[in-house]
């Protein structure tokens, strides 16, 4: 008698655990806005003309930033000398 309840004990504790940890995971265990909505995600762009702008955009954007990195260190008096950046 002993060993049928220990039986049926080792087969109904796992059980119970999984369905009590099973049911209802997505309201207990999510996190609200954890992933991003499309429209907030990086887009990669495929089309010819996407590619073209998207290019375009980021050297605009280097070109911005080199400009205002170059003024930065004319104001601090220490102009590109050499612009190899060696040193020599």
Known sequence: MLT?????MY??????IMYYYGTN??????????????????R??????EIHSELERLR???LFLREKRLEQQRAMGRGDEGG????S
Do not use: C, H, Y
Request: aromatic share 14%.
């Open 4 to 8: 049928r309840l220990q039986f049926g």
């Open 11 to 16: 087969i109904m504790f796992p059980i119970a």
């Open 25 to 42: 995971l997505d309201k207990r265990f999510s996190v609200p806005d954890f992933w991003p909505k499309p429209e907030q995600t990086n």
């Open 44 to 49: 990669i762009p495929f089309e010819k003309e």
């Open 60 to 62: 605009q954007r280097r």
């Open 84 to 87: 190899d950046g060696s040193g």
